[in-house]
Nanobody
């Protein structure tokens, strides 16, 4: 069973930057795809970005493409999310998801999910 853990959330100031990490561990073999989602209080879970390891293809939601960067290390099943020019509206719980089978990036049908890490942006 794969365990997914997010690291790096906390308090940040508007205009600053933050780097989150996620590691998928405990399963045999590498993951096929790993992705970031977020959910603000009272809102629905939203797709942010994804990596497909085989050819290192990345996908972004248009709303974050100019400020967010996803990267990763396939050998350790680890991904990162760099958030620049933080805005108050970036405040949310950030979730990491992983799959060992092929699937499109925006689906919510990932096999494994982390518990989330809280990002709170202050003015």
């Amino acid at each position: 069973q794969v365990q997914v853990v997010e690291i790096g959330g906390g308090l940040a100031q508007a205009g600053g930057s933050l780097r989150l990490a996620c590691i998928a561990s405990g399963g045999a073999g590498s993951t096929y795809r790993m992705s970031w989602f977020r959910q603000a209080t009272g809102g629905e879970r939203e797709f942010i970005a994804s990596i497909r390891w085989s050819v290192y293809t990345t996908d972004y939601d248009d709303s974050v493409k100019d400020r967010f960067t996803i990267s990763g290390d396939r050998s350790t099943n680890t991904i990162f999310l760099e958030i620049n020019s933080l805005k108050i509206e970036d405040t949310a719980i950030y979730y990491c998801a992983a799959s060992q089978r092929p699937l499109p990036p925006r689906t919510d049908r990932y096999d494994f999910w982390g518990q989330g890490t809280q990002v709170t942006v202050l003015s």
